[in-house]
């Protein structure tokens, strides 16, 4: 018998991973295993998550998925730009995802529609996503594109541009 209390939903989410990260599969007798156990668990600190920096190094969406979905996170921070890359796709500056204005894996980046997808997956876990857009510092891919710093006039009226576009892809 497994009984779960939880104060809330996402506490009884929380105790459903427990529960399947404690589950093990006994081969020999093909059947599922649970230790006997008590468990009390809640968060020792408001923020329980992590940062991943894409900018620098590129993991496929399924990766994140699979690593939201392995920890009791409830904040995922998604580090999208960095010097090497702009890692989110831009429609109305497609320029910044071309390959040569990134010099760590080049042409890999996260398209709106699945920075959307993202967004619902954590939304389901409890996990609430913080997207990163670095502004002024690390700012080299922006500058390999656009020629000019964030800070100039030009620079200003992109990133206000950019900034809508974002906004409208997290809805958080």
């Given at each position: 018998?497994i009984?779960?209390?939880?104060?809330?939903s996402?506490g009884?989410?929380r105790?459903?991973?427990?529960?399947?990260?404690?589950?093990?599969?006994?081969?020999?007798?093909?059947?599922y295993?649970?230790?006997?156990?008590e468990?009390?668990?809640?968060?020792?600190?408001?923020?329980?998550?992590?940062?991943?920096?894409?900018?620098?190094?590129?993991?496929?969406?399924?990766?994140?998925?699979?690593e939201?979905s392995?920890?009791?996170?409830?904040?995922f921070?998604?580090?999208?730009?960095?010097n090497?890359?702009?890692?989110?796709?831009?429609?109305?500056?497609?320029?910044l995802?071309?390959?040569?204005?990134?010099?760590?894996?080049?042409?890999?980046?996260?398209t709106?529609?699945?920075a959307?997808?993202?967004?619902?997956?954590c939304?389901?876990?409890y996990v609430?996503?913080?997207?990163?857009?670095?502004?002024?510092?690390?700012?080299?891919?922006?500058?390999?594109?656009?020629?000019?710093?964030?800070?100039?006039?030009?620079?200003?009226?992109?990133?206000?541009?950019?900034?809508?576009e974002?906004?409208?892809?997290?809805?958080?």
């Open positions: 018998q009984e779960v209390t939880a104060t809330s996402t009884a989410y105790a459903l991973q427990t529960i399947q990260q404690l589950t093990t599969y006994a081969k020999n007798n093909r059947s295993c649970l230790p006997t156990c468990i009390i668990d809640w968060p020792a600190f408001r923020i329980r998550g992590f940062m991943l920096d894409v900018g620098r190094t590129y993991i496929s969406i399924n990766e994140l998925k699979k939201i392995k920890f009791k996170i409830n904040v921070h998604w580090h999208l730009t960095e090497q890359a702009w890692r989110l796709e831009s429609k109305i500056y497609p320029k995802n071309a390959p040569e204005n990134m010099t760590r894996m080049p042409g890999k980046y996260y709106l529609q699945e959307k997808e993202l967004v619902a997956f939304k389901q876990r609430t996503l913080i997207p990163e857009i670095d502004m002024p510092g690390h700012s080299a891919a922006f500058v390999r594109t656009f020629h000019t710093d964030m800070q100039s006039e030009k620079g200003m009226e992109i990133l206000k541009r950019l900034m809508d974002v906004c409208e892809t997290f809805d958080v």
